[in-house]
Nanobody
Framework: EVQLVESGGGLVRPGGSLRLSCAAS????????MSWVRQAPGKGLEWVST????????YYADSVNGRFTIFRDNAKNTLDLQLNSLRTEDTAMYYC??????????RGQGTQVTVSS
């Protein structure tokens, strides 16, 4: 059974940082591209970032490029997202998703990030 469990969200002031983590199990993690997606209140799902299976290629949405960094550890089956210079518009539920930008499917339950002063 595929499982993706996110953690690390919270309340942070504008300009602050957070690191999100995702623990994966139930599938061959090292063979899949992995992504982070988010959903802000009242809005649709938005792709944030993707990392290739080997970690050698990383892709970011324009809205987060230069502020967020995606990591993976294939030995530990974990996926992380470092969020820096956070803005109020980054407030959303963040999900770890199995797959790349155009074909992600299963995602976890999410972790809430709230950016507010």
């Amino acid at each position: 059974e595929v499982q993706l469990v996110e953690s690390g969200g919270g309340l942070v002031r504008p300009g602050g940082s957070l690191r999100l983590s995702c623990a994966a199990s139930g599938f061959p993690f090292s063979t899949y591209a992995m992504s982070w997606v988010r959903q802000a209140p009242g809005k649709g799902l938005e792709w944030v970032s993707t990392i290739a299976s080997g970690g050698n290629a990383k892709y970011y949405a324009d809205s987060v490029n230069g502020r967020f960094t995606i990591f993976r550890d294939n030995a530990k089956n974990t996926l992380d997202l470092q969020l820096n210079s956070l803005r109020t518009e980054d407030t959303a539920m963040y999900y770890c998703a199995k797959g790349g930008r155009w074909d992600f499917g299963y995602r976890g339950q999410g972790t809430q990030v709230t950016v507010s002063s």
